[in-house]
């Protein structure tokens, strides 16, 4: 049986990772803005973990995909190359702390 797939369906804006080529951030367009918060800190905890583990991502390619929080079962699914995250916890550009709690359960999803 299949336990790891995550899968998300919708009209969403695709933002590559600034930093990492094999790293694609997902959200629906109108909260582009927020997700562009979140994508140029990521690869910091991605990084991070290749650099403890002394071992490269395990799958070609990782997809962050945010989603409306109708659509979410949790706020973080991690699957396979793939992890589906309740948009609820994107942060507000403007406020400087806003993007913690984001940050952090996006980083565990990858672990």
Avoid: M, W
Wanted: hydrophobic share 40%; charged share 15%; net charge negative.
């Amino acid at each position: 049986p299949c336990s790891h797939l995550a899968l998300a369906v919708g009209p969403f804006a695709a933002l590559p990772d600034p930093r990492s080529d094999n790293v694609t951030h997902f959200a629906p367009p109108e909260l582009l803005d927020q997700l562009k918060t979140v994508a140029q800190n990521y690869n910091v905890a991605f990084g991070i973990y290749e650099d403890y583990l002394q071992s490269n991502f395990p799958y070609p390619s990782l997809q962050q995909v945010f989603v409306d929080p109708e659509s979410a079962v949790c706020s973080v699914n991690a699957g396979a190359s793939c992890n589906v995250i309740s948009a609820h916890l994107l942060p507000d550009p403007e406020v400087l702390e806003g993007g913690i709690e984001c940050r952090v359960r996006a980083a565990r999803a990858l672990a």
